[in-house]
């Protein structure tokens, strides 16, 4: 569900920048860093959405790839915690991957009710 309303959002988003890139096709003067020039609106619209969506995956994928290292770094700590916990006798109360797959709500029973 939440993945549709982010298509849903995205192709509003789409054409709501579609028509009003379309309506602004008057040339204009942009002021670069170092010359001007003329250019259609319609281009620097488009141009600068454009730039506005790469730089918010890149962003988006450098976060990413931290989060990874991290659950990495993360995974192999619990895997060393397990092998401490083994060679000592110890053994857990609970596997964590049962408990990802169980859904516990406060005050409520996992258990089938007969």
Do not use: C
């Not at 709501?16 to 942009?30: K, R």
């Not at 659950?71 to 964590?96: A, D, S, V």
């Amino acid at each position: 569900m939440k993945a549709q309303t982010y298509v849903i959002l995205a192709i509003l988003f789409v054409i709501i920048v579609a028509v009003f890139a379309v309506t602004n096709v008057e040339p204009v003067e942009v002021n670069y860093l170092f010359w001007s020039g003329k250019s259609p609106l319609i281009l620097i619209i488009l141009f600068s959405v454009l730039m506005g969506g790469i730089i918010t995956a890149a962003s988006g994928m450098v976060k990413m790839y931290k989060m990874q290292k991290e659950l990495k770094m993360y995974k192999n700590e619990n895997n060393e915690m397990r092998k401490i916990l083994k060679k000592n006798g110890l053994k857990l109360k609970e596997n964590l991957s049962d408990t990802r797959n169980k859904k516990v709500t406060a005050g409520t029973s996992n258990k089938k009710k007969k």
